[in-house]
T-cell receptor, first 119, second 113 residues
Framework: DTGVSQDPRHKITKRGQNVTFRCDPISEHNRLYWYRQTLGQGPEFLTYFQNEAQLEKSRLLSDRFSAERPKGSFSTLEIQRTEQGDSAMYLC?????????????????FGAGSRLTVL | AQSVSQHNHHVILSEAASLELGCNYSYGGTVNLFWYVQYPGQHLQLLLKYFSGDPLVKGIKGFEAEFIKSKFSFNLRKPSVQWSDTAEYFCAVTLFGNEKLTFGTGTRLTIIP
C-alpha cells in the first residue's frame, strides 16, 4: 500500500469515553500531520511531527487531545473524555519534509480519514 | 488572523461550461498556495500548487490557477468542465517555511451532464 492509512474509518462512542485513532503514513515521508474537519468546513490544522518530534500544536488541541509518533513511523491521536463537539472527521497526512522553497515542500498526501461520532 | 476565503459555497454548471472558483487570503509575507480536490467518496488530493515563478500554474485534469499578489487571490479555472469534475474544492495557504496549511471552507461543484 503506497498511501496514507487510517484506522478505524468510523468510530461511534458515548460522551465521556476515550478514543484512539491510528495513522500509517507513506513510509518514506518523515512529516506527519493531523487535521480535523467538521461539516461544511475545510480541514483545520491540529498538530504535526517531524520524525518522532511533535513540532507544532494548534490551540484547537485541548489537553484532552494527545498525539504521539513514538518511532517516527505510525502516529496515534487520542481523545480523552470525548464531548459531542469532538464529532468530526480526523484526517492524517504525510509529506517528504522537503526544505522550504523547494517545489515539493508542503505537499501533503491525505488519508481517507477517521470519522468520529460522539453520542 | 490569517484566513482563507472561498465565497462560492456551491456552484452548479453544465458540462462544457467554463469554471472559475474564487480564493482570497489574508496573509502578510510570502505564501505558498494550493488547491486540493475531494471527489465523492475519496480522500483529499492535490490539484495544483504555487510556490514561486510564473503566477499561472497548471495542474492535473486541465485545471489552472492564477496567483494575483496585489489582490491576494488564487482563483481556480478550467475552460470546459466535465461531469467527472463534480467534487469539493479547497483552497489552502501557508506562509513560506511554515508547515501549517490553512484551508478555506470549500466549494462544492456539481456538473450537470
Amino acid at each position: 500500500d503506497t498511501g496514507v492509512s487510517q484506522d478505524p474509518r468510523h468510530k461511534i462512542t458515548k460522551r465521556g469515553q476515550n478514543v484512539t485513532f491510528r495513522c500509517d503514513p507513506i513510509s518514506e515521508h518523515n512529516r506527519l500531520y493531523w487535521y480535523r474537519q467538521t461539516l461544511g468546513q475545510g480541514p483545520e490544522f491540529l498538530t504535526y511531527f517531524q520524525n518522532e518530534a511533535q513540532l507544532e500544536k494548534s490551540r484547537l488541541l485541548s489537553d484532552r487531545f494527545s498525539a504521539e509518533r513514538p518511532k517516527g513511523s505510525f502516529s496515534t491521536l487520542e481523545i480523552q473524555r470525548t464531548e459531542q463537539g469532538d464529532s468530526a472527521m480526523y484526517l492524517c497526512a504525510s509529506s517528504l519534509g522537503l526544505s522550504a522553497g523547494s517545489a515539493g515542500a508542503n505537499v501533503l498526501t491525505f488519508g481517507a480519514g477517521s470519522r468520529l461520532t460522539v453520542l | 488572523a490569517q484566513s482563507v476565503s472561498q465565497h462560492n459555497h456551491h456552484v452548479i454548471l453544465s458540462e462544457a461550461a467554463s469554471l472559475e472558483l474564487g480564493c482570497n487570503y489574508s496573509y502578510g509575507g510570502t505564501v505558498n498556495l494550493f488547491w486540493y480536490v475531494q471527489y465523492p467518496g475519496q480522500h483529499l488530493q492535490l490539484l495544483l500548487k504555487y510556490f514561486s515563478g510564473d503566477p499561472l500554474v497548471k495542474g492535473i485534469k486541465g485545471f489552472e490557477a492564477e496567483f494575483i499578489k496585489s489582490k491576494f487571490s488564487f482563483n481556480l479555472r478550467k475552460p470546459s468542465v466535465q461531469w467527472s469534475d463534480t467534487a469539493e474544492y479547497f483552497c489552502a495557504v501557508t506562509l513560506f517555511g511554515n508547515e501549517k496549511l490553512t484551508f478555506g471552507t470549500g466549494t462544492r461543484l456539481t456538473i450537470i451532464p
